[in-house]
């Protein structure tokens, strides 16, 4: 194989390897789109502080945007990440529950939060398991454990495996992915 065809092979390779990396989630998206019906989904409501069926919500890119701000959706829905110690909730420290910016879904209580260094808003566990899903996340060449919204699957963060007792877990969220909601006293 000559020079030429050498460096075309790897740039093709290198080229689907990141379309692979990048494109997953975004298909995932169009094929629940294309869905119909109303799907019910298991839900823990903070309010009601019990379970709760709720609707999956299903929309399509053109209503994300017109609904979320450019960095909400950069974020949310394109799986961005919001530059460190830049988030406005990174150091609330009121009482309340944290929600996804996006649906209104409940993912974490401000009793999970910790201070992880990190410049990001950090939890040890999720408001409860239904709330928050996990899926593989291999783009920039790693394999990381994205974490989304279970109700309108928005992109929160990432979930590591260095975090306090008692899960050893540190989700590590966006500010932006979040909305504080601070229960009447």
Not at 51 to 57: A, L, N, T, V
Not at 64 to 92: C, H, I, M
Request: aromatic share 12%; with cysteine; hydrophobic share 30%.
């Amino acid at each position: 194989m000559n020079r030429r065809k050498a460096l075309i092979f790897i740039t093709t390779q290198v080229g689907f390897l990141w379309l692979t990396a990048n494109g997953f989630s975004a298909s995932k998206h169009k094929m629940e789109k294309n869905m119909t019906g109303s799907t019910k989904i298991k839900l823990y409501s903070a309010q009601k502080s019990d379970f709760i069926f709720s609707d999956k919500i299903i929309k399509s890119d053109a209503e994300w945007e017109k609904q979320l701000t450019s960095e909400q959706y950069r974020v949310l829905r394109k799986e961005g990440t919001e530059r460190a110690f830049t988030g406005d909730l990174l150091k609330n420290k009121k009482q309340g529950v944290y929600r996804c910016a996006a649906c209104g879904n409940d993912l974490y209580h401000s009793e999970h939060k910790f201070d992880s260094g990190t410049g990001w808003p950090s939890y040890y566990q999720a408001i409860a398991k239904e709330n928050v899903s996990i899926r593989e996340d291999k783009s920039f060449f790693m394999t990381r454990n994205e974490l989304i919204c279970s109700r309108c699957d928005s992109h929160l963060g990432h979930v590591f495996n260095d975090g306090p007792q008692p899960t050893g877990e540190r989700h590590c969220i966006n500010s932006v992915s979040l909305d504080f909601y601070q229960p009447n006293n």
